[in-house]
């Protein structure tokens, strides 16, 4: 496999661990919203987090709050 990207966005975890195997770069979801909120395309991640939640995406209140900090939400 050959490729010209940076990075591969992905959340399956049985993916994730093939793509780590293969010595490909990974991002997921959350990793997005930490990026763009890094980059000032987005203003709070904490709305898109709780909607994540709202509509069924499994996030750890541990995961959940270290985002939130990383960012400077909490």
């Given at each position: ?6 990075l ?20 997921g979801?959350?990793g997005?919203l930490?990026l ?20 069924g ?18």
């Amino acid at each position: 496999m050959e490729t010209n990207a940076d990075l591969l966005a992905i959340n399956d975890l049985k993916a994730r661990g093939i793509a780590n195997a293969m010595g490909v770069k990974i991002i997921g979801m959350l990793g997005i919203l930490r990026l763009a909120k890094d980059r000032g395309m987005l203003k709070q991640v904490k709305p898109l987090l709780d909607e994540l939640r709202k509509v069924g995406a499994y996030i750890s209140n541990v995961l959940y709050n270290r985002i939130l900090k990383d960012v400077g939400e909490i």
